[in-house]
């Protein structure tokens, strides 16, 4: 039960990781974590945060990479084995649990395609300089609040994420060697220009100083747990099928570990770069979305160079973005081929690309787009990811999950891990899924 499909892996560690951090890195980092931190405590948010990516990032993410390496093939295949561990006439039940969570993955691929589009038209207009001569509150009403206002930038988002998917592991690791170091240092550079300008400091010293009461706060805890839950794209589906392409002499756990770190460091930049940036400007650091479309361009229209500065932005954005919509095609495309072999690659990935469009372009408007962003966010993805760590933790064999846990560890993990993860990590993931479902919480 060891194997169910063969795969051309990832050529290094290091391809790898990149590509899990491409798929972790994304939206939420450039405005939902500057937007958390500002709103619950500042300083004190921010430990809370690393406390979970922490837990999540050596109990979870690991759990998530050794299940889809063990299976060798994605989301579906990855639950059957697990139940089917237990007690062979569990298989059914774990052959049709996995759907829950890869519904997921697609429909979020709908929605994050989407937003992606708005994306592609900043850099348009940036380029040809009609972002930088505009009211940008009305500019991107113009557009957000258009039902097909951005057909062409969908499409053409949809496209490239397909062509880039079609060599398999080895197209994901080529794509994020390049987009996810550009990610890195187009933010480290607007960071430092951010840095320059007057009045950042208070910026800063926001960020930085922890505001203890937050802490007695409920939401300050659910929150900084929900983002660093989604942030990693722990979601009972995600990662599981870059694991299946992930070598059997590499360390889950050290890789997961690399992972989580270099996603928080995403995070940080993101918030080095927005809120000094908002403060500076005397804006709002709440308008979410907003943030690159509103406040960022307005930031832009009044510092040297500002039009390079929004080129380089928007660019790392959508490299950020198409990454993260490779995981989730490859996710859907994988268990797809595991259930229907009699299909080609070529031809599921295409469909995939086909169903993500065709939805898509009915929910162009942010109005309409916002709504199934919250369904997803409140409903399948806790469910999905709390389904997955119960299955990890409960269903599959405790030998099982050690057994490729351990296959390539330098330090052996046993008891202790194992029960970090049924103890701490699934509680965790079930609390939030309660709370997101009881107080319709979106993430």
Not at 288 to 295: A, E, M, N, Q, S
Not at 328 to 349: A, D, N, P, Q, T
Not at 359 to 376: K, R, T, Y
Request: glycine share 8%; hydrophobic share 55%.
């Amino acid at each position: 039960m060891s194997t169910t499909k063969h795969h051309v892996g990832f050529a290094t560690r290091w391809g790898f990781i990149l590509a899990a951090v491409g798929s972790a890195v994304g939206m939420a980092n450039v405005w939902g974590f500057p937007y958390r931190m500002a709103t619950y405590g500042g300083g004190a948010f921010l430990l809370i945060y690393i406390f979970f990516v922490v837990v999540f990032g050596s109990l979870a993410l690991p759990a998530e990479f050794a299940i889809g390496r063990r299976a060798r093939t994605g989301t579906l295949g990855a639950y059957e084995l697990a139940w089917a561990s237990r007690k062979p006439s569990l298989r059914p039940v774990g052959k049709a649990i996995g759907w829950l969570p890869l519904a997921g993955s697609l429909c979020i691929a709908i929605g994050y395609a989407v937003i992606v589009a708005y994306v592609l038209k900043a850099l348009f207009d940036s380029l040809f300089g009609t972002l930088l001569t505009v009211d940008t509150q009305m500019w991107f009403e113009s557009f957000a609040m258009t039902p097909t206002s951005v057909v062409p930038f969908h499409v053409t988002i949809v496209l490239v994420t397909l062509l880039t998917l079609f060599l398999g592991a080895k197209s994901i690791e080529r794509t994020n060697r390049i987009l996810m170091p550009v990610f890195f240092i187009i933010f480290a550079i607007f960071a430092i220009r951010v840095a320059f300008l007057p009045g950042v400091l208070d910026g800063y010293l926001f960020m930085f100083t922890p505001r203890w009461e937050a802490l007695v706060n409920p939401e300050t805890w659910i929150f900084a747990m929900g983002q660093a839950f989604f942030s990693l794209s722990v979601t009972g589906s995600g990662m599981i099928v870059y694991g299946a392409y992930l070598s059997k002499d590499e360390d889950v756990v050290a890789v997961a570990r690399r992972t989580a770190l270099f996603d928080t460091i995403a995070a940080t930049v993101a918030a080095l770069t927005i809120i000094p940036a908002v403060f500076a400007y005397g804006l709002d650091i709440s308008s979410g979305p907003g943030l690159l479309f509103v406040t960022l361009p307005a930031i832009l229209q009044d510092i040297p160079f500002g039009q390079l500065f929004a080129i380089i932005l928007y660019v790392a954005m959508i490299a950020a973005g198409v990454s993260s919509l490779q995981n989730m095609f490859e996710v859907v495309g994988e268990s797809l081929l595991y259930r229907f072999k009699f299909l080609k690659r070529w031809i599921v990935l295409v469909l995939i690309a086909v169903v993500v469009l065709g939805v898509g372009l009915n929910m162009e408007a942010i109005f309409q787009w916002g709504p199934w962003m919250d369904w997803v966010s409140i409903y399948i993805i806790p469910l999905g990811a709390t389904i997955g760590a119960i299955s990890w933790f409960f269903v599959m064999k405790k030998e099982d999950l050690l057994e490729e846990i351990n296959l390539a560890a330098v330090k052996k993990h046993g008891d202790l891990w194992y029960n970090c993860g049924r103890y701490l990590y699934v509680p965790f993931a079930l609390l939030l899924c309660i709370i997101a479902l009881a107080m319709q919480v979106a993430f």
